[in-house]
């Protein structure tokens, strides 16, 4: 039967377990100097080695053989513990078994010595799940349990636990793990597997577990399963494989909304989405990106080691990278990455049209001024001043001076045609009602008729939206069949001094 790489290689010994160094390094002098704790408990985010250090721990202080308190492995009391056949070791997965019986039960035994062991080790997984009622018979027990109980409570949510808990117990905290270290477990484990794979794609998949040994170890699994040729695996390998976006894209994107180009960046986020890639992982990884600009941004410049020994994207040319940075200042960065973490926010709560508010989060990317927040304002002067010290920009007070002597004209300029409201719009409304990410922005508009224009006069961004290629067609599609007349869409912008159209873009980006 084929075993996952993660249970296959769980660290066996305290010296095996990577990254975890304060921990294993305490708990190794307790053990070897016989003054272990009667209550332990080990908290941190999944994969950390929580659950392997509780099993090493429960080794350590029954192994025939320590060594420097490590457990041998090899002894009948080290093995049973392994292949989990050893009565006095219980381990309790507090999701399933959070009831007050279960730990009534559990205490009642408490009572009797071990039967074989030197120490019965209760191993309480997910902690934070037992109820009140369960957490007050177990706090009885742990305030004076009988010298051969060892417990070890493993938590993810420490902030679930009461304090009354958490004080009975010596705590150890289990932090993610550094993406160079997890790289190398993977590096270490594909070599011992037989499976090929380069340091760039180990870093990547390193930086996709998230400190987490095991999520690295099942990624390597994955992206390693099905081959069945022995080729090397690579960084572009595992982007195929997990729909990671190509880096390309990403840049294209970034270097289109630098030219504040809505249309060509809502063509890169097209193609993202025709390639069915998730929108949400997609999110995160220009949230991610973002993230490395302002990095490389705010170190000092012949750190290239340094960034691309962090990078999400280690692959990057930091050239091109470089090029990118000097388009956006540090504000519009942290706009940017405020902006993508609202999306993310939303998207991630709501299921419908989502590609609507990610197209919306991509102009409002592309425009700053369609943000009134306080980051959007700080990114706009910081952009102005930017372009003063380039050089790029005459001071505004002269611009208002030019413009002022030609606007009077264009603004007095009437419409030589006379508008009309078009009668229809109710039912040209109720037409498009099916196509949810479109109609909002119409029921904002107003059609007049204008010979044979029909004039929509909506906000800037509704022009964006409703203006692209195909939602204009299914507009005029919808007016011809209503009015029976052939018309062409022209888009106009409404001219309002209300706050409308912000609110309800925050509305609905928020
Ligand atoms: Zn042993």
């Known amino acids: 039967m084929y075993q996952a790489l993660y249970r296959k290689y769980r660290s066996r010994t305290f010296d095996e377990l990577a990254g975890q160094d304060i921990v294993t390094t305490v708990l190794k002098k307790q053990a070897a100097q016989n003054r272990v704790s009667h209550a332990y408990l080990f908290c941190g985010t999944r994969g950390t080695g929580k659950t392997s250090s509780a099993k090493i721990l429960a080794k350590a202080v029954n192994c025939e053989n320590p060594s420097d308190g490590n457990p041998c492995n090899e002894c009948g009391n080290c093995r049973s513990i392994d292949n989990g056949t050893a009565i006095d070791v219980l381990e309790i997965d507090a999701a399933s078994n959070n009831r007050v019986a279960d730990v009534r039960e559990l205490i009642d035994e408490v009572v009797y010595p071990p039967s074989v062991l030197k120490k019965r080790v209760y191993i309480i997984d997910e902690v934070h799940m037992l109820s009140d009622s369960a957490f007050n018979a177990l706090l009885k027990t742990l305030e004076e349990p009988p010298e051969y109980v060892l417990f070890i409570l493993a938590t993810t949510e420490l902030n679930a636990l009461p304090p009354t808990i958490i004080s009975r117990c010596m705590r150890f905290d289990f932090k993610r793990i550094d993406p160079e270290i997890l790289s190398g477990i993977v590096l270490n484990v594909a070599e011992k597997e037989n499976i090929k794979i380069n340091t760039d794609a180990s870093m990547l998949i390193a930086r996709l577990a998230d400190g987490s040994a095991r999520d690295a170890l099942s990624l390597l699994d994955a992206c390693s399963a099905g081959r069945n040729d022995n080729t090397e695996i690579t960084l572009f390998d595992i982007q195929q494989q997990l729909g990671i976006t190509n880096n390309d894209i990403i840049i294209n994107l970034f270097e289109a909304i630098s030219k504040k180009n809505i249309a060509l960046s809502l063509d890169y986020l097209n193609q993202v989405h025709k390639s069915s890639k998730d929108l949400n992982v997609f999110l995160v990884d220009l949230i991610s990106f973002v993230r490395d600009l302002l990095i490389v941004k705010s170190i000092p410049s012949g750190s290239a080691d340094y960034v691309k020994e962090h990078f999400f994207f280690s692959s990057f040319a930091f050239d091109k990278l470089n090029k990118l ?5 540090t504000e519009t960065l942290l706009y940017f990455s405020s902006v993508l973490e609202e999306s993310l926010n939303y998207i991630s709560r709501f299921t419908v049209n989502k590609k609507t508010f990610f197209e919306l989060t991509i102009i409002k990317l592309c425009d700053i001024t369609l943000s009134e927040s306080p980051k959007a304002l700080l990114a706009r002067i910081s952009e102005l001043e930017k ?44 037409e498009l009602k099916p196509h949810q990410d479109i109609y909002p922005f119409i029921k904002m508009s107003r059609m007049y008729v204008s010979g044979n224009d029909a004039v929509l006069y909506c906000d800037k961004l509704g022009i964006n939206i409703l203006s692209t290629k195909e939602n204009k067609k299914l507009i005029e599609d919808a007016l011809r069949k209503i009015s029976k007349q052939e018309l062409s869409l022209v888009f ?19």
Request: glycine letters at 2%.
């Open 325 to 329: 940075i000097t388009a956006f200042t």
């Open 492 to 510: 106009r912008e409404k001219n309002t001094t209300s706050e409308e159209p912000h609110d309800l873009l925050d509305e609905i980006i928020i």
């Open 387 to 430: 372009k003063f010290g380039d050089g790029q920009a005459t001071p505004i007070i002269n611009k208002r001076i030019e413009k002022s002597s030609a606007e009077p004209d264009i603004i007095k300029k009437k419409e030589t045609v006379q508008e009309e409201p078009l009668a229809v719009f109710p039912e040209v409304l109720e």
